[in-house]
């Protein structure tokens, strides 16, 4: 039972299956460029998602051959129209505050702003055709959605500069190697291996999950010691707010070991 909307005049689409979200860049002739239709289009999509009832698990991914080859360099030459300085005023990043995690399904080129888009997502899975480049400084636009955090973030400062200073490409193994993407697997396999795994994350308690996320996306940036201080309290006002026992532990992890067998069985 599929469910498909469009969003930013068909440029950005949203399919619900299974508890997931999946949303497609959706402009292949020019390799998913971020038009001013796509950047209205995908936070609609998101938050649309974010307020499902029965959406647990978010992916993004692109309509072949690309991901997203960065801002549609056409339309800023012309009109300007998809850079908008005020944008980032309203949320940070490239998308809306959302509880639900989010799985980059990277089946082609993530250039620039297509690669802030993958940094955003919790993890990143790739097909081999997947392939990465930091070009803003060969553009003259400055990244504006969390790049130079984040990219450091994923794979070091000094092999983060040497994308950003010299623009090059870093194919799918290497991407893997350097720790920017979880896994590489063959590019037909790419759906259907990011399905399995939210579907792993669907099967978990998704107040658990959600609250995970939040707490990663507090402690990521800041000093370690600052972070055991910030998960310690976090972890406190969990168990108040849950009221977590030993017995729901273990009625938990029943739960979880029946629907394991069934699904075995």
């Given amino acids: 039972n599929m469910t498909t909307t469009e969003f930013g005049n068909g440029t950005v689409l949203s399919e619900v299956s299974q508890g997931v979200g999946v949303i497609t860049l959706n ?22 998602l974010e307020q499902h ?10 309509n072949d051959p690309a991901f997203c080859a960065g801002l549609d360099l056409r339309e800023l030459g012309e009109s300007g129209g998809n850079i908008n300085p005020d944008q ?10 959302r509880t639900k995690p989010l799985i980059g399904a990277i089946n082609g080129v993530a250039v620039t702003g297509g ?3 993958a940094l955003a997502c919790d993890f990143l899975i790739a097909s081999e055709r997947a392939k990465f480049a930091d070009t803003h400084a060969r553009v003259g636009v400055m990244p504006g959605w969390g790049l130079s955090v984040l990219l450091p973030q994923a794979i070091g400062v000094r092999r983060a500069r040497e994308m950003s200073l010299t623009g090059n490409y870093l194919d799918a193994a290497t991407a ?20 399995a795994v939210a579907q792993d994350i669907c099967s978990n308690d998704q107040e658990g999950v959600r609250q995970m996320i939040n707490t990663y996306e ?15 309290s976090m972890g406190e006002e969990w168990l108040q707010r849950t009221g977590f026992t030993p017995r729901k532990v273990a009625e938990r992890r029943a739960d979880i070991q029946g629907r394991g067998r069934a699904q075995n069985s």
């Fill in 27 to 48: 402009r292949p002739e020019t390799r998913n460029a971020l038009s001013s239709e796509v950047l209205k289009g995908l936070p609609e999509a998101i938050r649309s």
């Fill in 53 to 62: 009832g029965e959406v647990n698990v978010l992916v993004l991914t692109g």
């Fill in 88 to 97: 980032s005023s309203t949320f940070r990043g490239p998308f809306p505050k």
């Fill in 115 to 117: 690669l802030e888009l």
């Fill in 176 to 195: 893997a190697e350097w720790g920017l993407v979880n896994r590489v697997v063959p590019h037909e396999s790419l759906m259907s291996t990011v399905h």
């Fill in 218 to 232: 507090r402690t990521s940036g800041v000093t370690v010691e600052d972070g055991w201080a910030l998960e310690s």
